[in-house]
């Protein structure tokens, strides 16, 4: 097996700094599968996790380790494994608040009517993958002086924050000029002597890829698209997003592509595309099913589950309408079946997100309003982040997960809800055709957000499937989600960088 040392990027580090009562810095672990994966390869290659630690933290700031207490996945990565990149508030407003969430987020899923184009916010996210960059730059003159000349280093970075880091550091390192790029404006970077190193770069995204009719509105989408393709691999949920790339590589940059293989021509250099849909840690979520407390849950009430980040990708609120549709059209289930829907506070900054809150408000409101007796209310809301403890019980004890996003990279709220499934009889999945998952989840209902009534008659569907046919359909979902878990992911990943290594067999040279 490939073992390379490992350089993790992301946008964000698997925690966040946060000052306590005695104004020090303490890290505060954020939930996430990619942690889980990729934290034990880099902790035991003693590897390097470059990412943002939040507003608190300055440069020069010592990163503190985990307390005692802390049982999360990141909890193990010692601060010598983690290189901190600074970001200021003003950049961080334009680079993402601006082109991440208000001109990449709905761009890539297929809402182009709400991004905003802005020329600020595309320098801000040039600037901002240039500092990225830079300490990932640093990070491996750190390790190459450690290095042999055989031992090579695999630079993976994540998602649509970082689309243009890849460029930057082949640039760099090759000591040309950065194309575009008005060095004045930024920082001088002195390329480091990394003449022993010897590495590859890797990008995985985790959101879709737009076919080329909705990417080619994006003003500086050459740019973009060569920014990519200053990686040797790259990764998506799905095949559908990987052709989606190919062709925006032909159409856009006329590269030469092999479809077949997956394979796209840039210059002198071959680029492997590959699906790697992402999985969850199905081991620790039927744990955590098996140790959940009972949800409270009054007898004779079925309970329909949705869980998402507060999100205008997730159609939450076309979720609610069929709902309220389901009870206009069987009055029979009202006081018999309830709507617990969870989201979690996200971006609360961009005002997209605060209008979608308000919205929600008003429309869980609006349907209470209409349908509650006395004794029964039929949605129940939470507002907030629930431990991954009570996530378990909420899953494991829900009759029907129903999981309706216009648009979603993967979903992992469908794959933890199938792995939490210990009870006979166990609940049904109903999912978007529009989210990676579904590619795989082929024994889920599926349900077409956009169709309210097909939402309706997808839950009639659930609420009276037979149980056998319940368990028939589960039994599958659980054991592709146990075979493909978040560490098969990784397992993949590694090989297929392994495979490119041997099939080259040499490292990036100009
Ligand atoms: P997200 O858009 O965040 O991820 P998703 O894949 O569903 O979407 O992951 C959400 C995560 O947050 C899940 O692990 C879930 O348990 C957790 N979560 C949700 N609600 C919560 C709550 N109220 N409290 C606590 N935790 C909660 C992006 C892409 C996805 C892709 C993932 C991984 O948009 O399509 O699947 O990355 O690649």
Redesign the pocket.
Known sequence: MYSPKLIVVSNRLPFVLKKNSEDELERVPS???LVTAVGPVVIQGNGLWVGWPGPNYKSGTPIPESSPEDASPSAKLLSSNIIPVEIDQNLMNNFYNGCCNATFWPLFHLMPDKAVFNVDYWQAFRKANFLFAETVISALNKQSKKSTEKESTLIWLHDYHLMLAANTIREVVHKTTITGIELEEFHILTAPDLKNANFKLAFFL??PFPPWDILRIFPWVDDLLQGLLGNDMIGF?TKDYCMNFIECCRRGLKCRVDTENLLVEHGARTIKVCPLP?GVPYERFQELARNASNVIKEPGIKLILG???L?YTKGIQNRLLGFQRLLEKKPDLIGKVTLLQ???PSRQDVKEYQDLKEAMDKLVGNINGQFSTPKWSPIRY?F?????EE?AGYYRDSDVALITPFR??????AK?FVSCQIKNPPGVLIISPF???AEQMEEALIANPYEIDDIVDTLIRALEMPNDEKMLRINYLKQREQSQDVHFWMKSFLKVMGEIIESDGEDIRP
Do not use: K, S
């Open positions: 939930a996430g599968g985790h959101i949920h992402i869980v998402d980040r999100d969870i989201a979690v939470i907030g982040t629930v431990r991954q996530l979603d990279g993967m979903n992992l709220v933890e989210a990676g998952a």
